[in-house]
């Protein structure tokens, strides 16, 4: 089973999120869109951990999330990255307190490492990924401007979680494995 560490959005931020998207598919002519249930941020990947005890895993991130408060956070500006006329991934990057994110992620690659899952080399760089393969019908800058500025509310991050990510009828689907609180949480 392939699995990342995560984190989750309320019903109303991906809703916000989807609003997003509905704007800017008819300024497309193909491509493929998060569904709501997809729409998360990772924080790390870990790939294949296979079909054995989830106990050290789960540990590990019970032990991280009680040393972490709750933050808030807010989805910023689209980002890109193209490959020629092909827009490979559109994503929402983040806002607020990414001081208290960064240390997050830091705290989970280095968690994880003693359980096999190397650190990250590549920078951490927070997102929301809302399409892939996109081709749009005229310059993405002439949409993001007539879309003007990205406005969603803010967010408190209160819970890490570990998905898996499966494939499902030739898609990528994350479901839900495990939830660790937060510091202060009930």
Not at 58 to 78: E, G, I, Q, R
Not at 114 to 126: D, I, M, S, V
Request: net charge negative; charged share 25%; aromatic share 10%.
């Amino acid at each position: 089973m392939r699995a990342f560490i995560g984190i989750d959005f309320n019903d109303e931020i991906k809703n916000e999120i989807l609003a997003i998207q509905d704007k800017l598919k008819p300024h497309t002519v193909s491509g493929r869109w998060k569904s709501f249930d997809d729409l998360h941020l990772t924080l790390k990947f870990m790939g294949e951990i296979g079909s054995g005890p989830l106990e050290p895993i789960n540990d590990a991130m019970k032990a991280v999330a009680k040393h972490v408060k709750p933050f808030s956070l807010s989805l910023a500006d689209f980002w890109t990255y193209d490959d020629k006329d092909l827009m490979r991934f559109l994503w929402l990057g983040l806002a607020g307190d990414l001081v208290a994110l960064r240390n997050l992620q830091a705290a989970v690659d280095m968690a994880l490492e003693p359980l096999g899952y190397p650190a990250e080399k590549r920078g951490f760089a927070p997102h929301v990924t809302l399409g892939q393969d996109l081709v749009f019908k005229t310059e993405f800058e002439d949409v993001k401007a007539a879309l003007g500025p990205v406005q969603i509310k803010d967010m408190t991050v209160h819970w890490l979680v570990l998905f898996a990510s499966e494939e499902t009828e030739g898609r990528r689907v994350y479901r839900k494995i495990a939830e660790y609180p937060l510091a202060t949480n009930p």
